[in-house]
């Protein structure tokens, strides 16, 4: 049901994974865990919060939070904040967070500038507060099963996007509440 403080001394440790356990709390040491790159909490429903001491580690680029949706939208909301300001925003490359109750895509996820998959499938999302702009060029991005009906935009040479689509594999907004194609792509483009 919980680890010890002791986890903390683990400072060489680069892959934590919790996941379908019993698992109620992390302790605050877990902060201290600077060499953890890959970290997963992953459908522990017995955690009635978001841990937010996984903030204070510094090397993570790889995060996987999904099936957590016993965290109620304004735990998970900021959670994500310090996330996003935390240690390691410029270092995260990879987010999963499916299957929870975020409700709002706060404006602090623009300083992972690193962002290269990011999927909020399954979400309640219906705001997106700013637009990634020309600083986030994703490989991949869903956000299906939401309740987004408008994305914002930033304009850049004339243009309005949401971010770069330089590098884009896959861009999915399936089953959210758009009504028209938002206008976020250019037909100037060589992609």
Sequence with gaps: KSLPKEIGNLVNLEKLFIANGDLESLPAEVANLDAVTDLEIYNCYKMDKFPKAIAGMASIESINLSNNSQWPADTILNGVKALSSGEAAA???IIYLTENNLEVLPKEVCNMKKLGL???SKNKIHT?????GKDINPVQMCFDYNQLSSL????IDGRHIFCQTDDVESFSFKYNNFTEFPDIFSSDSKY
């Design 118 to 120: 990011l999927d909020l």
């Design 128 to 132: 997106i507060e700013k637009a990634f």
């Design 152 to 155: 914002p935009t930033v304009e």
């Design 91 to 93: 270092k995260i490359q």
